[in-house]
């Protein structure tokens, strides 16, 4: 069993920053990709940026130059830096990894519960 925990969103104006968490915890012998989500009311989640277990990363046209995805292999965290935040930036981030739980054991994506990120005009 893992357990994804989110945290760090909140309400900000536009044009301000926030920086999202999410720590993976549990049953943990790799972890692949991580990435971060998001949906807002009324439409499909939609993948914001992710990162590979090497390091590469790939962003959502609507982000790029704004927002970094980074992550801590040695605490099984991945982080969203987000700058020159837009009101259409608001929605429920989620994030998402890739973990094996043993070395004979299947990928399973694991999803975390979701934090609002708000930013008002």
């Known amino acids: 069993q893992v357990q994804l925990v989110e945290s760090g969103g909140g309400l900000v104006q536009a044009g301000g920053s926030l920086r999202l968490s999410c720590a993976a915890s549990?049953?943990?012998?790799?972890?692949?990709?991580m990435g971060w989500y998001r949906q807002a009311p009324g439409k499909r989640r939609e993948l914001v940026a992710r990162i590979t277990s090497g390091g590469s990363t790939n962003y959502a046209d609507s982000v790029k130059g704004r927002f970094t995805i980074s992550r801590d292999n040695a605490k099984n965290t991945v982080y969203l830096q987000m700058n020159s935040l837009k009101p259409e930036d608001t929605a429920v981030y989620y994030c998402?990894?890739?973990?094996?739980?043993?070395?004979?054991?299947?990928?399973?994506?694991?999803w975390g519960q979701g934090t609002q990120v708000t930013v008002s005009s």
């Open positions: 549990g049953s943990i012998f790799s972890i692949g990709t």
């Open positions: 998402n990894a890739d973990v094996r739980a043993s070395s004979w054991s299947n990928t399973i994506r694991s």
